[in-house]
């Protein structure tokens, strides 16, 4: 079955330190890939979106994401992190290409140790 | 610019009563609109999408239901809510016939005892 997958619930990092959270897709073809945050209580924010073309996308905050065709994945990276990135992450991909289907993964929880 | 709101922020309901949800949005034209569950510790799950008044797609089946009575305006109710309908809703928009982005409301806590 078509899915996504985060595989890691909850990650801590220190402030100032570097940030790679994986996301990796099972679907025969390239889906179109987003990256949103969600901070506490509230709704969901797009970090970047990949559809095609270069495979480093750039997003808002300083995050970047590399897509990786033999891996199938989108991990998201930012090399260092503020305490206020602290949210839920979520990586999301278009399976049918129209845009109206987006299949979520459960998410990696960001926590930043001052 | 555009905007999307969702009311209420929370909701408390007894197992049993109905629901009404409403979603709506400004400064765009023909949007698409989706209702999304996100359940404690899990992704979010797609509901119910619409690309037009009185055009709706279900995308699991449940307890629940979705209208669209306006072009900018996206109701999710129930006649009788169950235990497992706790979640936050989140209302999102697309511009119609785009390869684009989803915008989320700011959803609605559901508490059902």
């Known amino acids: 079955a078509q899915s996504v997958t985060q595989p890691d619930i909850h990650i801590t990092v220190s402030e100032g330190a570097s940030l790679e959270l994986r996301c990796n897709y099972s679907?025969?073809?390239?889906?179109?890939l987003f990256w949103y945050v969600q901070s506490p209580g509230q709704g969901l924010q797009l970090l970047l979106k990949y559809f095609s073309g270069d495979t480093l996308v750039q997003g808002i905050k300083g995050f970047e994401a590399e897509f990786k065709r033999s891996q199938s994945s989108f991990n998201l990276r930012k090399p260092s992190v503020h305490w206020s990135d602290a949210a839920e992450y979520f990586c999301a991909v278009d399976l049918t290409g129209g845009g109206n289907k987006l299949t979520f993964g459960t998410g990696t929880q960001l926590k930043v140790e001052l | 610019s555009q905007t999307i709101h969702q009311w209420p922020a929370t909701l408390v309901q007894p197992v049993g009563s109905p629901l009404s949800l409403e979603c709506t949005v400004e400064g765009t034209s023909n949007p698409n609109l989706y209702w999304y569950r996100q359940a404690a510790g899990r992704g979010l799950q797609l509901l119910f999408y619409s690309v037009g008044i009185g055009q709706i797609s279900s995308e699991v089946p449940q307890n629940l239901s979705a209208s669209r009575p306006q072009d900018r305006q996206f109701i999710l109710s129930s006649k009788k809510l169950l235990l497992s309908d706790s979640g936050f809703y989140l209302c999102?928009?697309?511009?119609?016939?785009?390869?684009?982005?989803?915008?989320f409301g700011p959803g609605t806590r559901l508490t059902v005892l």
């Open positions: 999102a928009w697309k511009r119609m016939g785009d390869l684009d982005t989803q915008y």
């Open positions: 679907y025969g073809a390239t889906p179109y």
